[in-house]
T-cell receptor, first 119, second 112 residues
Framework: GAGVSQSPSNKVTEKGKDVELRCDPI?????LYWYRQSLGQGLEFLIY????????KSGLPSDRFSAERTGGSVSTLTIQRTQQEDSAVYLC?????????????????FGPGTRLTVL | RKEVEQDPGPFNVPEGATVAFNCTYS??????FFWYRQDCRKEPKLLMS???SGNEDGRFTAQLNRASQYISLLIRDSKLSDSATYLC?????????????FGKGNQVVVIP
């Protein structure tokens, strides 16, 4: 079946521009997660959605970052006024459901990522 | 101190040999632990969860030591296809929020 898809696969932008990254989770998955992987760094958790709701936005690096999810499906991560330090691979993952208090124990399936380069 | 620490390696392993590596975590209240595998320029994929009693999946064995706050992964009879980066992932609750913390990974290179 279809996995998690992300678009675009690559994005090159100029410093100061806004970018929008898209994630299509696996159909029926209620939980959706955004991560960032910078060169030489580990995977950094950004935000998760339970349905259309994002209970905890504290993982977003700055107020230039925002994310939304509509219809319990597609999510977009928007970065305003991009900076060079925003350059990274942005990964999206989805899981079938959030299992009670242990929100992340369900298997997460990752998309291929969007490679963002800010010049 | 980083929340999850791993020795990046690389761990050069002769084919057929056994390799083991640890991951340490700083939050003693961490709840769940996982090993993910990431191939070069690919997305991470769940390899196995780590249970308190230790668990085995084929050639892979994972163990958790809560007292010393580390988890381990052992790969027996290494195959060339095991070459990848193995990410240690820890679920913790910080200030009432659940979040996953990822280590930078242990890079394994299996040599023919």
């Amino acid at each position: 079946g279809a996995g998690v898809s992300q678009s675009p696969s690559n994005k090159v932008t100029e410093k100061g521009k806004d970018v929008e990254l898209r994630c299509d989770p696996i159909s029926g998955h209620t939980a959706l997660y955004w991560y960032r992987q910078s060169l030489g760094q580990g995977l950094e958790f950004l935000i998760y959605f339970q349905g259309n709701s994002a209970p905890d936005k504290s993982g977003l690096p700055s107020d230039r970052f925002s994310a939304e999810r509509t219809g319990g499906s597609v999510s977009t991560l928007t970065i305003q006024r991009t900076q060079q330090e925003d350059s990274a691979v942005y990964l999206c993952a989805s899981s079938l459901e959030l299992a009670g208090d242990f929100l992340f124990t369900d298997t997460q399936y990752f998309g291929p990522g969007t490679r963002l380069t800010v010049l | 101190r980083k929340e999850v620490e791993q020795d990046p390696g690389p761990f050069n392993v002769p084919e057929g040999a056994t390799v083991a590596f640890n991951c340490t975590y700083s939050n003693s209240a961490s709840q769940s632990f996982f090993w993910y595998r990431q191939d070069c320029r690919k997305e991470p994929k769940l390899l196995m969860s780590v249970y308190s009693s230790g668990n085995e999946d084929g050639r892979f064995t994972a163990q958790l030591n809560r007292a010393s706050q580390y988890i381990s992964l052992l790969i027996r009879d290494s195959k060339l296809s095991d070459s990848a980066t193995y990410l240690c992932v820890v679920l913790s609750t910080l200030r009432g929020n659940n979040r996953l913390a990822f280590g930078k990974g242990n890079q394994v290179v299996v040599i023919p």
